[in-house]
């Protein structure tokens, strides 16, 4: 029997298997920002060790940092600790840390493959749970706690059970309405939010092979929306092309012949998963939530459905009260107070592109709240290079500095409480946006969409 892609990256990881246990699994590319961290460094520190290869951690902060006023210090106490903190430990372990203002700072799953930290082949390990966002390279990544942060410093390997595998196989074109981040909410609508509980999945299929690298991290990153622990595609010439010539990549021959090697990287003709799924292209259209969790999705024209796949009556009945809406309503029309565009799922260039693109020579609704976040400096430095900052800022929007913001309820940007939030990023759990915000997750274009009419809109 075959192997799978995911089969012949942790085999070629394995240090030591334990009967009847776990496998310890070499670590290539660590991952760490100022949240989950501190706890670690303290308990390596109270052991008397420092990080064993600090060659293989990268570091910057981007939960808890404002999204203004980034040159002054962070007026929030406990934020700034943490800032502190990161900064602290990395230097004393000798750990590249990009702090704010730095060209490389950013979103740690934004920034890491900009930077050519996160090659393919590789495994990838960050103490968030989108992690998951680099399988788009061809790696076996996935979120840690932060006991397991802690044993990454100190042997640079983990205990991990090779979980099952699931292989979802997109074939067909995509309207040009329908981005990337449909095509995960949708496949996620279709599977629920326990659909891949346990499985690495590896996309497979037509739309996936035609996708940019930036539509891939936008997929991958929502693997674990659905129980997924992560997710992979096959590296191809557009991984390699992406790659190529970034900072911490390897260059020239030395590019070459591992870059050979990330082309052989793909699942044999007989492997077998443990679950296979199959979906058309011309079934997907833009798409939009109407629930508390990312499996409560449906097309932006639809009607908001009477159950949701994997979700039980009470909870779905808590979820529509909680948005306030009902079964067999329309979303179209529906009032939006806030859009949000940014995030480790949608703040990268080719996001921006889109959203600027959709709204230029148009003008922001007075009555909507736009926030547009970069997730990294480099692509706040994009965005004005190439001119998008002008044309967004002629259609009445205020781009703001690079971090997690308005995605997770952990720094000044929240939703304030009942106001709806079209929102890019990737989870509209009760209170994720700010206690009591509503959030509808949807794509650039449809945020885009929405920050010009002041309601929910079809893409233009």
């Keep these: 029997?075959?192997?799978?892609?995911?089969?012949?990256?942790?085999?070629?990881?394995?240090?030591?298997?334990?009967?009847?246990?776990?496998d310890v699994l070499y670590i290539d590319r660590h991952l760490i920002h100022e949240v989950t961290s501190p706890q670690a460094f303290s308990a390596l520190k109270a052991k008397g060790t420092k990080v064993f290869r600090p060659e293989k951690t990268f570091a910057t902060c981007d939960h808890n940092t404002p999204t203004h006023d980034q040159d002054k210090p962070i007026a929030e106490p406990s934020s700034a600790a943490a800032v502190e903190a990161l900064a602290r430990n990395?230097?004393?372990?000798?750990?590249?840390?990009?702090?704010?203002?730095?060209?490389?700072?950013?979103?740690?799953?934004?920034?890491?493959?900009?930077?050519?930290?996160?090659?393919?082949?590789?495994?990838?390990?960050?103490?968030?749970?989108?992690?998951?966002?680099?399988?788009?390279?061809?790696?076996?990544?996935?979120?840690?706690?932060?006991?397991?942060?802690e044993m990454v410093f100190a042997t640079q390997c983990l205990?991990?059970?090779?979980?099952?595998?699931?292989?979802?196989?997109?074939?067909?074109?995509l309207a040009d309405d329908v981005t990337p981040k449909d095509v995960i909410l949708y496949i996620i609508s279709r599977l629920g939010t326990g659909g891949c509980n346990g499985c690495f999945v590896e996309y497979a299929g037509e739309v996936f092979r035609n996708m940019s690298m930036e539509g891939r991290m936008t997929v991958c990153n929502m693997s674990i929306e659905m129980g997924a622990k992560g997710g992979v595609v096959a590296p191809d010439q557009t991984t390699v092309d992406y790659i190529r010539g970034r900072r911490f990549a390897p260059t020239g021959a030395d590019f070459d012949v591992?870059?050979?090697?990330?082309?052989?990287?793909?699942?044999?003709?007989?492997?077998?998963?443990?679950?296979?799924?199959h979906f058309d292209a011309s079934d997907i259209r833009p798409m939009i939530t109407?629930?508390?969790?990312?499996?409560?999705?449906?097309?932006?024209d639809g009607l908001i459905p009477s159950q949701a796949v994997g979700c039980d009556e009470g909870s779905f009945r808590k979820a529509l009260a909680y948005m306030d809406l009902?079964?067999?309503?329309?979303?179209?029309?529906?009032?939006?107070?806030?859009?949000?565009?940014?995030?480790?799922?949608?703040?990268?260039i080719e996001d921006f592109r889109a959203f600027a693109n959709a709204v230029k020579g148009c003008r922001k609704a007075d009555d909507v709240v736009a926030w547009l976040v970069p997730g990294s400096k480099q692509v706040e430095r994009l965005i004005e290079e190439e001119g998008l900052g002008n044309i967004l800022r002629d259609a009445g929007f205020e781009i703001r500095q690079p971090g997690c913001s308005a995605c997770l309820a952990m720094n000044d940007d929240k939703i304030p409480e009942g106001k709806y939030c079209v929102s890019t990023?990737?989870?509209?759990?009760?209170?994720?946006?700010?206690?009591?915000?509503?959030?509808?997750?949807?794509?650039?274009?449809?945020a885009a969409a929405a920050a010009l009419t002041g309601c929910v809109s079809l893409p233009k």
């Design 1 to 22: 029997m075959g192997k799978t892609l995911f089969d012949k990256i942790w085999d070629a990881h394995v240090v030591k298997s334990i009967p009847d246990g776990p």
């Design 90 to 149: 990395t230097a004393e372990n000798g750990i590249s840390y990009f702090p704010l203002g730095d060209p490389a700072n950013g979103i740690v799953h934004v920034m890491g493959p900009e930077q050519g930290i996160v090659l393919c082949g590789q495994t990838v390990v960050c103490g968030d749970s989108h992690t998951a966002t680099h399988g788009a390279f061809g790696n076996i990544a996935f979120g840690i706690g932060t006991s397991e942060v």
């Design 159 to 173: 205990m991990q059970n090779k979980p099952m595998q699931a292989r979802i196989t997109v074939d067909g074109t």
């Design 258 to 277: 591992i870059a050979e090697k990330w082309l052989e990287l793909r699942t044999d003709e007989d492997a077998v998963f443990d679950k296979e799924y």
């Design 290 to 300: 109407y629930g508390t969790n990312p499996g409560m999705g449906m097309a932006v």
């Design 326 to 348: 009902k079964s067999g309503e329309k979303l179209l029309g529906h009032k939006v107070d806030y859009v949000f565009l940014g995030s480790c799922t949608n703040g990268r």
């Design 425 to 446: 990023s990737n989870r509209n759990f009760e209170g994720r946006q700010g206690y009591g915000a509503r959030t509808m997750l949807a794509g650039p274009l449809v």
